[in-house]
Every structure is written in structure tokens, then in C-alpha cells.
């Protein structure tokens, strides 16, 4: 069961991650809907979702669908794997496959860009996203994000090498 929300949504909320959120971690990360676009070809084991978790995980958040049910349900993670100087970083985030197309992304996406901006200080957030990934690129096109890269060949992707392109949102563009 996911600890207490820390931001709320109209359909989703954010928790920190904990211990019994691991299993969940690794099953999604582990699936190769999620793990392929990701481009994170390591199999990850129980241990190894430990020590992603030992790291400095202040921006690694649980995404939990709150609906009509009694318990929020885990869908999927949003995080800021790299940070630099607490002022930007780099958004990742990814839904289980049975959850996805929900709207469930936008809004978790949403909710952390206001944290982050809001609360933290940051000043740009960026998120690299292959050019083969179009809900991605979609989601991020829609909540504001601005194209400022394309990444020739970046990614080995499904047996061959992809293009990326780099997106990013400034404060500015996101507080007013």
C-alpha cells in the first residue's frame, strides 16, 4: 500500500516510494513495453531496485490511480533521475501497460512539474524522448514542452539505433 500523497490530483496522486513499492518498481521496469522505450536494457532485480532506491531518490515518485477505489493503486513512476545544482533535471516517468492511455502521464507529469518549479527552485526541466516513442512525444508537446534537440543515432532501440530528440520547459513558461 502506498504511503501518504504528497500531491493530489484529479485521478492520480504522487507518494514517495517505499520498500513495498519495489516489487511493482520491478515488474514495470522489467516489462519491455516499458523497459524498451526507456532504453534501459538492464533486467532488474530486487537488489538492484534496492540500490536504485539507496541513491539520493528525493524526486522518485510513486504514480497511484486514486478513482473510486478505497486504496490508491500504483500505475507507474515519475522521477528526476539527474539533477544538477537542485535547479534542473532530467523527467522520466513511465505507466504499466495496463494503465497506460489513461491520461494517467499528463497529469503525474503535471503535478511534478509544479512541485518542482513551484517548491523546488528549478529552473528547467529537460526529457529526452526517442523519436519512434509518439505518445511520449505527444504528452510532452501537449503539456508545453519545447523541441531544442535532435540526437542523431543516441539510442540502441529494438535491434537498431534511433534518433532522440531533447525537449525541455523553462519556469518561466511553466508559472505563467
Known amino acids: 500500500m502506498p504511503g501518504p500523497a504528497f500531491a493530489m490530483g484529479d485521478t492520480v496522486s504522487l507518494h514517495p516510494v517505499e520498500e513495498e513499492d519495489y516489487e511493482f518498481i520491478q515488474r514495470g521496469r522489467n516489462e519491455p513495453s516499458t523497459r524498451v522505450p526507456l532504453t534501459d536494457t538492464t533486467i532488474r532485480s530486487r537488489s538492484d531496485v534496492e540500490e536504485m532506491f539507496d541513491d539520493d531518490t528525493e524526486y522518485h515518485f510513486l504514480v497511484c490511480a486514486d478513482g473510486d ?10 522521477a528526476f533521475p539527474w539533477v544538477s545544482d537542485g535547479d534542473s533535471g532530467s523527467l522520466m516517468y513511465w505507466i504499466a501497460s495496463e494503465h ?18 513551484r517548491e523546488c527552485g528549478f529552473h528547467k526541466v529537460t526529457a529526452r524522448v526517442l523519436v519512434t516513442n509518439d505518445a511520449s512525444i505527444q504528452t510532452l508537446e501537449s503539456i508545453g514542452f519545447e523541441r531544442e534537440g535532435h540526437f542523431r543515432e543516441d539510442n540502441f532501440y529494438d535491434g537498431e539505433w534511433v534518433d532522440a530528440y531533447q525537449y525541455s520547459l523553462l519556469s518561466h513558461e511553466w508559472l505563467n
Open 100 to 117: 497506460r492511455r489513461e491520461g494517467y502521464v499528463s497529469e503525474a507529469v503535471e503535478l511534478v512539474l509544479d512541485y518542482v518549479f
Open 69 to 78: 477505489k478505497e486504496e490508491p493503486e500504483p500505475v507507474g513512476v515519475v
